[in-house]
């Protein structure tokens, strides 16, 4: 079993959705991130987050430590948000990144 | 600041040469790592390093991958010799600190045939 697990590993949407990518992790953490990865391969750190919530622009992250999740959320959705999604986790013992296998999210006008 | 520069782009190579990727981190960071990123494993922690010096390099995956900082505005990622599984995308990131949030090169396609 992963250590980081994402769902959906696929995700198709409407322009305007609301749209909620899930990251579960097994392992203690001292912080979780969101990448964003375009079709050209570049990526984009989105958040860093420790604890509760996080928003920019039209993109919020939560995370509850005691449930080990953490949810990518994005308002009114955008075909320019068509990407893969990365959850990484940071191990609280190793202080290693761990990463998640990422969702592919495409937006359709 | 130009973000990270990673060179080349593109380097495609035949089995049993070295490579050797390059990476250029934002001036002030002082944490730098190496990933890599494959269909098969997704994305992979190689080497990181702190202040020019590697701290954890138990990600690399042979002793045929080696990586130096001989100072805080340059890095490179070596293999020698190269073989076909090696064919991936290579990143490179920094951070002001080892903790802290990571910005990304555009990476190296490295093809080996």
């Known amino acids: 079993k992963n250590e980081v697990e994402q769902s959906p590993q696929n995700l198709t949407a409407q322009e305007g959705e609301f749209i909620t990518i899930n990251c579960s992790y097994s392992?203690?953490?001292?912080?979780l991130h969101w990448l964003q990865q375009h079709p050209g391969g570049g990526i984009v750190s989105l958040f860093m987050?420790?604890?509760g919530k996080k928003k920019h622009g039209r993109l919020i992250a939560t995370i509850n430590i005691q449930e080990k999740h953490s949810s990518l959320h994005i308002t009114a959705s955008h075909p320019r948000d068509s990407a893969v999604y990365i959850c990484?986790?940071?191990?609280?013992?190793?202080?290693?990144?761990?990463f998640g296998t990422g969702t592919r999210l495409q937006v359709f006008p | 600041d130009a973000g990270v520069i990673q060179s080349p782009r593109h380097e495609v190579t035949e089995m049993g040469q070295e490579v050797t990727l390059r990476c250029k981190p934002i001036?002030?960071?002082?944490?730098l790592f190496w990933y890599r990123q494959t269909m098969m494993r997704g994305l992979e922690l190689l080497i990181y390093f702190n202040n020019n010096v590697p701290i954890d390099d138990s990600g690399m995956p042979e002793d045929r991958f080696s990586a130096k900082m001989p100072n805080a505005s340059f890095s490179t990622l070596k293999i020698q010799p190269s073989e076909p599984r090696d064919s991936a995308v290579y990143f490179c990131?920094?951070?002001?600190?080892?903790?802290?949030?990571?910005?990304f090169g555009q990476g190296t396609r490295l093809t080996v045939v």
């Open positions: 990131a920094s951070s002001l600190l080892q903790n802290t949030e990571a910005f």
């Open positions: 987050l420790s604890s």
């Open positions: 001036s002030g960071h002082n944490s």
């Open positions: 392992v203690g953490i001292s912080a």
């Open positions: 990484a986790v940071r191990s609280g013992n190793t202080d290693k990144l761990i």
